[in-house]
């Protein structure tokens, strides 16, 4: 016959779990996201493709518009710590940064910065964000968008943050 | 100055725009906010990982409007346990609608079998009754406490973890597992 668990058995076993279970201080680093069903691949193309025209933010390009942003961008003056996270600096034509969100820590070489960081108009700021300071670059959490160009990067940030 | 009050000082000089005192809260409060939001919404998951990071986005953009800087904690737990709530939900209704073609398994160190089934039990939980069980046992916060993390009765934390309880064992005796024998032991001596 089965026995029951006490209550504070229970109790027990489902905070040993929870301790087990409850992974490190800090928010792991962004991977790249697992492939969504058609019909989801469909909804985030057209929020893509709205959220383009819709969003104010101006992206230039420059005639580099064949190679991938993140490559053009690439600066040592580029690693900015935000809530937890690791963001890597990919430049833009120009952004317009929105909301203040906060401060971060800006990493030039070995010295560090305290800086100001805003959202980017439509984007989570969980995928990136942006510094007033720094209107010619956003700054990208983790491997997300990097084979985007300059010019579709916002449309891929954008499309990102509508994927659930 | 006792522990609570030091928080209390570092937390009045974030309200006041201090990000120095700011970056210290976080680094006080962060590790219990980021590990409560990933188990409501699911260990194991990216999505756990993105709720955590918004949840202290949440703490950071609200921190200037608290009032009382000596409820600074139970606010970011609230703060951060609202967020980790809210996205759960909508997981929850995103898997049934667009399930991923094939789930990532999450195997922590120092996990048995029997502990992943647990968990897996766990995780079918509704994200509310998923939030209780967590700030009480895990965060080990009281039921006065939790109610007011989750603005609500004690009564009504007290019949989440009932029926949590309840499912749990549920599962625990469906799988053939009993908690460990110095448990059982413990509690086999009848009056």
């Known amino acids: ?164 | 100055m006792s522990e609570s009050d030091e928080l209390t000082s570092v937390a009045q000089r974030a309200i006041e725009g201090d990000s120095e005192a700011l970056d210290r809260l976080l680094a006080e409060l962060g590790p219990q906010l980021v590990r409560t939001v990933r188990l409501v919404v699911g260990s194991g998951s990216p999505v756990a990982e993105d709720a955590a990071q918004e949840a202290v986005i949440d703490v950071i953009r609200g921190i200037g409007r608290l009032r009382d800087a000596r409820a600074v904690r139970a606010w970011a737990i609230r703060v951060a346990t609202a967020r980790a709530i809210k996205v759960a939900r909508r997981e929850r209704l995103r898997s049934l609608l667009f399930p991923l073609a094939d789930a990532e398994e999450f195997v922590a160190a120092g996990a048995d079998a029997r502990l992943g089934d647990l968990k897996r039990a766990f995780d079918s939980l509704p994200p509310r009754m998923r939030a209780v069980a967590i700030l009480r046992l895990h965060g080990g916060l009281s039921e006065r406490e939790t109610a007011a993390v989750l603005r609500c009765s004690v009564g009504a934390v007290k019949s989440q973890l009932h029926d949590a309880r309840k499912r749990l064992a549920g599962a625990l005796t469906a799988e053939g597992l009993a908690p460990s024998t110095s448990h059982v032991a413990e509690h086999a001596s009848g009056p």
């Open chain 1, 1 to 164: 016959m089965k026995r029951e668990p006490s209550r504070d058995g229970v109790d027990d076993e489902v905070a040993r779990m929870l301790r087990t279970f409850e992974g490190p201080e800090h928010p792991a680093p962004r991977k790249a996201r697992r492939t969504w069903r058609r019909g989801a691949i469909v909804i985030v193309a057209i929020v893509a493709v709205a959220g383009t025209l819709i969003v104010g933010t101006v992206v230039a390009t420059d005639g580099e518009g064949g190679r991938p942003a993140a490559v053009a961008g690439s600066s040592t003056c580029g690693s900015l710590s935000f809530a937890g996270r690791r963001y890597h600096a990919v430049a833009v034509g120009r952004i317009a940064p929105g909301r203040r969100l906060g401060a971060g820590t800006l990493a030039c070489g070995s010295t560090h910065a305290q800086v100001a960081v805003a959202d980017v108009p439509g984007v989570a700021a969980n995928i990136a964000v942006a510094l007033p300071r720094d209107a010619g670059h956003v700054y990208v959490a983790g491997p997300t968008c990097s084979a985007a160009t300059r010019a579709s990067l916002l449309a891929c940030l954008l499309a990102a943050s509508a994927t659930p």
